[in-house]
């Protein structure tokens, strides 16, 4: 969750909700491309599987629920070490959204 591995502060959970957001726009591209060019129905499969392996659906939402804090609001990152924000919880709640 992490643009890079050395930079432990820089996670946070709008990193995710961008990541998740690719992979939804993938999909729909992959969706409208077998249809306007009539791919066979397995290699559309085929690409689901893949972007579905790239997502670690409970590792994720469990991060994602950690970032929730005691007044109801998501902070940036996990175990209350930020301050719940709007934009955080917006972007928080969309990812699990994007999850289901």
Not at 16 to 26: E, H, I, Q
């Amino acid at each position: 969750f992490r643009a890079r591995i050395e930079a432990q502060k820089e996670g946070d959970c709008r990193f995710v909700y961008a990541a998740l957001c690719g992979l939804a726009l993938l999909e729909r591209i992959i969706e409208y491309q077998a249809g306007a060019t009539r791919t066979t129905p397995s290699s559309a499969e085929e690409a689901f599987r893949k972007i579905e392996s790239l997502k670690d659906i409970k590792l994720t939402t469990n991060w994602l629920l950690s970032c929730q804090n005691l007044d109801g609001g998501f902070g940036c990152r996990p175990a209350g070490e930020c301050e719940s924000h709007a934009g955080h919880s917006f972007c928080c709640l969309a990812s699990l959204a994007l999850l289901d």
